[in-house]
Structures are given as C-alpha cells and as structure tokens.
C-alpha cells in the first residue's frame, strides 16, 4: 500500500495563493493516478482536481478550474496543488487521494475510486 502525507495548508487572505504538497511512501507511486478532495465545515466531502499516472491528463472540477493547478514529480514521489486566486468559500481541509491503476492516462474524479488517502491539511482563506 502507499502512505501519503499533505503539508502546506495555512491561513492565506482572499485572492491569495497557496500551495500543497503530497508525499506518498510505499509503493511505486507512478502506478498511482492521484486526487485532491477537500471538506469544508458542514459540508460533504468534494473533488477538486485529478490527475493521471502519467501527469499528462487532469480533471478539474468547475471551482478549481483556471486557478488551481496539479502536478506530480514521479522521481520525488510527490503531487502538488497550486492554488491561485483563493476565495473563503475554498476553505476546507484538503485530502490527497491516490489510485493503483494499469491506465496510464486514466484520472478519476470520485472519492469512492480512490483506495488511499492522507490525513489532510487545512486550508483557511479569510476575507
């Protein structure tokens, strides 16, 4: 199995920027597509953005869309969520997700698809 860790989160004012990390142990973490999700107080968990096994295909979600960006360094065994432009709706504690898959250009987009997933990180966006 693969263990993962997120570190970055903070307290950032809106229309600031921030980023996340996500280090993952384990196994070989390029056999894995990854995934941010994130809960916001009294709110369901909800997906933010995907990304392959190769790094070349992602998904975003409609929030995330034009200010988040995600990539992945498969030597370093680390995937990274840039965020941009934040509001204080983005507030919520962000989980990295990762996914065993054959499919090296295959993402997925709900929690259910994914077998591992960090502690998560707070992310706190004031207005």
């Known amino acids: 199995q693969v263990q993962l860790v997120e570190s970055g989160g903070g307290l950032v004012q809106a229309g600031g920027s921030l980023g996340l990390t996500c280090a993952a142990s384990?196994?070989?973490?390029?056999?894995?597509?990854m995934g941010w999700f994130r809960r916001a107080p009294g709110k369901e968990r909800e997906f933010v953005v995907a990304?392959?096994?190769?790094?070349?295909?992602?998904y975003y979600s409609d929030s995330a869309k034009g200010r988040f960006t995600i990539s992945r360094d498969n030597a370093k065994n680390t995937v990274s969520l840039q965020m941009n432009s934040l509001k204080p709706e983005d507030t919520a504690v962000y989980y990295c997700?990762?996914?065993?898959?054959?499919?090296?250009?295959?993402?997925?987009?709900?929690?259910?698809?994914?077998?591992?997933w960090g502690q998560g990180t707070q992310v706190t966006v004031s207005s």
């Open positions: 997700a990762a996914r065993s898959t054959g499919y090296s250009g295959r993402y997925y987009w709900t929690d259910e698809q994914y077998d591992y």
């Open positions: 384990g196994r070989t973490f390029s056999n894995y597509a």
């Open positions: 990304l392959s096994r190769s790094g070349d295909n992602t």
